[in-house]
């Protein structure tokens, strides 16, 4: 359980690194509920918990990775990634859309993360409000938390990115790379250089 405990610690702790790193009082406000919630955990003893924690805060890491980019001072993902893989200087349409599907891609996985915790949360026989001695308002076969988790989950992340990308290239034919297994090929190049700009803080 420790070891899942730190796991979970790492992946909420990751995306608020930059904000925590600007001095940012709501980041540094939400360390002690979080750090209270880990402790909690740890002490648990129902071994089911970190199954239903982990789907939430996975797409969570990654809401928080997309959407820290869009505070005031930093530069969104998409266009660090628009920047760092054609180094010819974008089309203003083009830093406009960037901007909007990072937005995008937060909300997508804020709101997936929020179903996978009511999922959680409802879930029968072993949610996390019945494991907690709460009774919720109605519950959800535990089953549907496993398919939305498990597989739901994964397919609607492929289906936002295969139409985006369809989109994309609709809208924009000019790009830098010929086709998807580029495009992937160039993200993976750039990946050390976009993850430095990531977690370094802005002045």
Not at 33 to 45: D, G, K, N
């Amino acid at each position: 359980m420790t070891l899942i405990v730190v796991a979970l610690a790492l992946l909420i702790l990751v995306p608020m690194l930059p904000a925590l790193a600007r001095g940012s009082v709501a980041a540094w406000l939400a360390v002690p509920p979080l750090a209270a919630c880990l402790w909690w955990l740890s002490r648990s003893t129902h071994a089911t918990l970190p199954l239903y924690i982990a789907p939430v805060l996975v797409p969570g890491f990654m809401a928080g990775v997309f959407g820290s980019t869009l505070l005031a001072g930093q530069s969104p993902l998409i266009e660090q990634i628009v920047r760092l893989m054609d180094p010819v200087e974008p089309e203003p349409d083009v830093l406009i859309y960037a901007r909007k599907l990072t937005l995008a891609w937060t909300l997508f996985f804020i709101a997936l993360s929020a179903t996978n915790l009511v999922l959680a949360l409802l879930a029968e026989p072993d949610g996390l409000l019945l494991a907690g001695g709460i009774t919720p308002p109605f519950t959800v076969p535990q089953e549907w938390w496993s398919l939305f988790a498990n597989l739901i989950g994964y397919l609607l992340v492929a289906a936002f990115f295969l139409i985006e990308y369809a989109y994309r290239s609709h809208r924009f034919p000019r790009q830098p790379y010929r086709n998807m297994l580029d495009f992937f090929v160039r993200v993976l190049a750039i990946m050390p250089r976009l993850v430095s700009n990531v977690a370094a803080p802005r002045r």
